[in-house]
């Protein structure tokens, strides 16, 4: 019995090396090649796991946070042989998904989800171009599913019409931009849509005649025109 218990620990310890020989490997060249697995400085705990072809990134890595000496799985980046795209997921400590897409390396490309706290259901969908900046709409949802932001975006600026909703689909305001900037007509609504305030902005400044009503009556006007102080000179 001695002697087959020393036999079973003698096998299990070759298992054990020939495991780990087999990863974090390099090819003939010093580039990474094969299951990759990394921890966390001075512990056990796995950082990140994952597949090298010659270098290159392939199938699923999974990526650890170190909770209490534990490893949390916190997000996952699944490649393919051809270029360095993968598809992204990042998830909380109990495994939900918070928010996934595309990643060109660090770089955010194409459709990316956010998601609710507390349900599978949307909290922001945006769109990036190949530049990791945001373009079309950028719509931010209320947990019943009504859109209550509506913003359009070129190459990463606001431009166009923005718009805020009550969750009962009701305007709240609406702005307009230019190239990142506040520029163009503006209007706020109370909770039954009716306008209360509209005006201008110039260059992200309040310009022009500012109308404010109450039960759809004009009850005031302020007049933000740009007027240049003149200094008179001494002589």
Same mark, same amino acid.
């Given at each position: 019995?001695?002697?087959?218990?020393?036999?079973?620990?003698?096998?299990?310890?070759?298992?054990?090396?020939?495991?780990?020989?087999?990863?974090?490997?390099?090819?003939?060249?010093?580039?990474?090649? !094969?299951?990759?697995?990394?921890?966390?400085?001075?512990?056990?705990?796995?950082?990140?796991?994952?597949?090298?072809?010659?270098?290159?990134?392939?199938?699923?890595?999974?990526?650890?946070?170190?909770?209490?000496?534990?490893?949390?799985?916190?997000?996952?980046?699944?490649?393919?042989?051809?270029?360095?795209?993968?598809? &992204?997921?990042?998830?909380?400590?109990? !495994?939900?998904?918070?928010?996934?897409?595309?990643?060109?390396?660090?770089?955010?490309?194409?459709?990316?989800?956010?998601?609710?706290?507390?349900?599978? #259901?949307?909290?922001?969908?945006?769109?990036?171009? !190949?530049?990791?900046?945001?373009?079309?709409?950028?719509?931010?949802?209320?947990?019943? !599913?009504?859109?209550?932001?509506?913003?359009?975006?070129?190459?990463? #600026?606001?431009?166009?019409?923005?718009?805020?909703?009550?969750?009962?689909?009701?305007?709240?305001?609406?702005?307009?931009? &230019?190239?990142?900037?506040?520029?163009?007509?503006?209007?706020?609504?109370?909770?039954?849509?009716?306008?209360?305030?509209?005006?201008?902005?110039?260059?992200?400044?309040?310009?022009?005649?500012?109308?404010?009503?109450?039960?759809?009556?004009?009850?005031?006007? #302020?007049?933000?025109?740009?007027?240049?102080?003149?200094?008179?000179?001494?002589?």
């Amino acid at each position: 019995m001695k002697f087959l218990n020393i036999g079973l620990l003698i096998f299990l310890w070759n298992i054990t090396f020939v495991l780990a020989q087999d990863i974090n490997q390099f090819d003939t060249q010093g580039k990474r090649h !094969g299951i990759w697995q990394k921890k966390f400085d001075g512990t056990k705990v796995i950082r990140y796991e994952g597949e090298f072809l010659h270098g290159k990134e392939i199938g699923v890595f999974k990526f650890y946070k170190n909770i209490k000496n534990k490893a949390v799985l916190t997000a996952t980046k699944e490649f393919n042989e051809n270029d360095n795209i993968a598809y &992204v997921k990042f998830l909380a400590s109990n !495994g939900k998904v918070i928010s996934e897409g595309k990643m060109n390396g660090k770089t955010y490309i194409g459709t990316w989800k956010y998601y609710q706290k507390n349900s599978d #259901k949307l909290l922001t969908l945006e769109e990036y171009n !190949g530049n990791g900046q945001l373009v079309g709409k950028r719509l931010v949802y209320y947990p019943n !599913g009504q859109i209550a932001e509506e913003q359009n975006y070129t190459d990463g #600026k606001l431009n166009g019409v923005s718009k805020w909703f009550s969750e009962k689909n009701i305007v709240l305001k609406e702005y307009y931009y &230019v190239n990142g900037e506040l520029h163009g007509m503006s209007k706020f609504y109370n909770s039954k849509g009716e306008l209360i305030t509209e005006g201008e902005y110039k260059r992200g400044k309040k310009d022009g005649m500012w109308k404010f009503y109450e039960n759809g009556k004009l009850i005031e006007e #302020k007049d933000f025109t740009y007027k240049p102080k003149y200094i008179k000179k001494t002589p």
